[in-house]
């Protein structure tokens, strides 16, 4: 224990239980801001400090490679090297590029940069105004398929109540066609990697076994969003061992979209019964009244019990409130942005508004405008966006005449339907951005007229 103390100074009680946790398997239940990296990096070094395992024994896996690269960073400063710290896709190559040919006879494939050259032309045959649809809206259902292990011929079939972007038949046969044509190219797309993987350990039990004399301990960062892919791989890395640890908050899943659940996190302790559970619920980000409202709405959520304590000092309290309608709570914010910087000298520069799709920052940007409260956009300024970009590039090539008309042909060719009710959210906001770009249109000729008179 003693050699142990200079790791784990500065922890707190739980972080601390969770680092001597040594073997598995163990669940660090991590609320926001709890200092979960911060724990997996500490226990991962008490592990090769203590001797339990060398350091090239140990598998750490998450979801970015700058994560990746944290993790090996922290690692460092904790004095400990030769970890591997990678993300699933990652770890897949590598074991692929050593494996496959050893053991299949077969040259590994090449793996696709980007699915979108493949859709596009598939994409360009659909009757609008579906044919217009983002390609990366079609790429995600493609990756939520194959992350659920769904095939192209099961597709149909194994929907249940999700709903793709585009009606089932149409994407059926995207789907289908971009499988085709990966395969007459002889590629890999990412969720490829992860499938060759599972075929190889199931197909060549001493490829499996390899990785197992490989790794002797695993820990998997952001366990909510794990696929059934990457739980497939991790099972075929484990075998029948259980010297796993996951750290995870169920309602901080992100990826459900391509697929990830946090029902593998939810039924870590019914596959492991024996599993050490730890619960990290101080919290070192917000203050002690925004964790009050964020403990009284997670208690609607399910899943775990967390319960966040605040480390930091007393702060404003938050505000909920709702409004009657989209007017109503535009002026509302417009309001506040206005009080805060006049009547509390709060700079426009510390004050943000956050909106779930770029559709919503329509209104907003206009009643700023409106109130002459300076403003920026960031990631989805309005021109920036495929419906305006493309209204604009077509425009380049429109010849002398009225803008307003130009525009609106333009957008009723873009597939412009502002009867249409799109399921996809990326939709929604390029639907928006076609209106929004035929009334801007318009409003600019009726002022040029009101000028030239």
């Known amino acids: 224990m003693s050699d142990l103390e200079s790791v784990l100074a500065g922890l707190n009680e739980a972080q601390r239980e969770a680092a001597l946790a040594l073997r598995g398997p163990v669940a660090i239940l991590a609320g926001a801001g709890t200092g979960k990296t911060t724990t997996i990096t500490h226990r ?48 897949a ?20 940069d980007h699915k979108a050259p493949l859709i596009s032309s598939l994409a360009n045959a659909l009757p609008p105004p579906h044919k217009f649809l983002p390609r990366r809206e079609l790429a995600g259902e493609i990756e939520w398929a194959k992350n659920r292990m769904i095939p192209p011929a099961r597709y149909l079939d194994q929907l249940g109540d999700h709903e793709p972007p585009i009606p089932v038949d149409l994407m059926h046969r995207v789907y289908d066609g971009y499988e085709r044509r990966k395969a ?19 197909e060549h039990p001493d490829a499996a076994r390899e990785i197992r004399q490989r790794f002797a301990a695993f820990t998997v960062d952001e366990y909510q969003d794990v ?22 908050d169920d309602h901080q899943t992100i990826y459900a979209f391509t697929g990830a659940s946090p029902e593998h ?28 409202l964020a403990n009284r709405l997670a208690t609607r959520l399910g899943g ?14 938050p505000l909920a409130r709702a409004e009657p309608d989209e007017e109503g709570e535009v002026g509302a914010v417009v ?18 508004v956050l909106y779930r799709i770029n559709a919503r920052s329509e209104p907003f940007e206009e009643a700023f405008a409106a109130a002459a409260i300076p403003y920026q956009v960031r990631d989805g300024a309005f021109l920036r966006r495929p419906g305006p970009r493309a209204v604009l590039q077509r425009l380049k090539r429109t010849g002398a005449g009225s803008v307003a008309e130009a525009v609106a042909a333009i957008a ?42």
């Open 184 to 202: 007459a190219m002889g590629r890999l797309d990412f969720e490829d990697m992860l499938g060759l993987a599972l075929r190889l350990f199931d």
């Open 335 to 352: 309001q506040a942005v206005r009080r805060l910087h006049q009547e509390e000298a709060v700079e426009l520069e510390g004050i943000a």
């Open 227 to 248: 696929n059934p892919l990457q739980a497939g791989l991790l099972e075929r890395w484990l075998g029948d061992r259980d010297d796993l640890c996951v750290v995870g």
């Open 93 to 112: 190559l590598s074991q692929l590029s050593r494996l496959w040919s050893s053991y299949t006879g077969e040259p590994l494939p090449e793996v696709l």
């Open 412 to 453: 009723d060719q873009l597939g412009y339907d502002p009867e249409v009710a799109p399921d996809a959210d990326e939709e929604v906001t390029r639907q928006s951005d076609l209106g929004r770009m035929r009334s801007l249109a318009a409003e600019f000729e009726r002022a040029a007229a009101e000028v030239m008179n």
């Open 44 to 91: 991962i070094a008490c592990q090769v400090r203590s001797g339990e395992f060398e350091p090239s024994q140990i598998l750490a896996v998450t979801f970015t490679d700058k994560a990746a690269g944290e993790l090996k960073r922290r690692l460092q400063a904790l004095g400990v090297e030769g970890v591997e710290a990678r993300t699933f896709h990652s770890a």
């Open 304 to 317: 775990f019990r967390k319960t966040l304590r605040a480390t930091r000092p007393s702060g404003p309290p």
């Open 265 to 292: 996190l939810l039924s870590f302790t019914r596959r492991y019964p024996n599993a050490t559970v730890v619960r990290l619920e101080e919290n070192y980000r917000s203050t002690p009244e925004v964790l009050e």
